[in-house]
């Protein structure tokens, strides 16, 4: 599918050719302005019949849309842990605010306090509503394969320090996603306000309309308890005003 942003040239039936002012990716809903009318007219791309400028459909799925990325992460590290990437880790946890879920990938020594920051490697749930990409040149609705190849175009210097083993990791990582995937995903913090360290791992859905998680208790990643001392339990991760986790938690 051609890429859908503002400035795009479409086609309605009724209206004829008009220019896209607005996208919300997120519920399928854009904003365009046809001919000299000053008033932009919204439009469904799932019902109003909106054609690219040569013709083709925009097609726009029905299904409620995935509300953060991480499970969609979790497919892509887990095809990259079986292309012999071990050293790829996936850090989730929850903003302050309790709203949205932030996602860290990095690569080298599992070490979730000390990690390598590369840019394009980390994002928000709040950003991913607007504009449902990682960030790395990837397409909306991409398969985990299509994220891979993204990702080694985007910055294969970084993809390949992920070479190499961790098998102790990397079989726990397939177990988390055979009981996750597709509908839900981890996270490595809570709200200490909820109390201690949770006993298995916080799970949390990826769309609306999904059930709570029923099934078996997840463990930690391996090592992660005993990392932390008894007086240190909460993991929310301080933000600066730019939204990136400050010096002092990473």
């Known amino acids: 599918m051609k890429p859908v942003a503002p400035g795009t040239v479409i086609f309605h039936r009724y209206r004829g050719y008009g220019v896209i002012t607005s996208v919300n990716l997120l519920t399928g809903w854009i904003s365009a302005r046809f001919g000299n009318e000053g008033r932009t007219l919204d439009l469904n791309l799932s019902s109003d019949q909106v054609q690219h400028a040569d013709g083709e459909p925009i097609l726009f799925r029905r299904a409620p849309p995935d509300r953060m990325p991480q499970a969609r992460l979790m497919a892509m590290v887990r095809e990259l842990h079986r292309a012999g990437y071990q050293r790829l880790y996936l850090y989730s946890w929850p903003k302050p605010s309790g709203l949205h879920w932030r996602w860290h990938l990095f690569t080298g020594p599992r ?13 928000s749930g709040a950003d991913y509503n607007l504009n449902p990409v990682m960030g790395w040149g990837d397409a909306p609705g991409a398969t985990a394969s299509e994220l891979v190849t993204a990702l080694a175009k985007f910055d294969p210097q970084g993809l390949a320090q992920a070479l190499g083993r961790d098998e102790d990791h990397t079989a726990w990582f397939d177990a988390v996603c055979e009981a996750l995937l597709p509908d839900y995903a981890f996270s490595l913090g809570w709200d200490r306000r909820d109390g201690p360290q949770p006993e298995g791992l916080p799970v949390i859905p990826v769309r609306r309309g999904v059930p709570d998680y029923a099934g078996p208790l997840l463990a930690w990643p391996p090592g992660w308890t005993r990392m932390w001392s008894t007086t240190r339990t909460d993991l929310v991760v301080r933000t600066n005003r730019a939204g990136v986790p400050s010096d002092a938690d990473r």
């Open 111 to 123: 070490n979730w306090m000390q990690r390598a920051w590369r840019e394009g490697w980390y994002g």
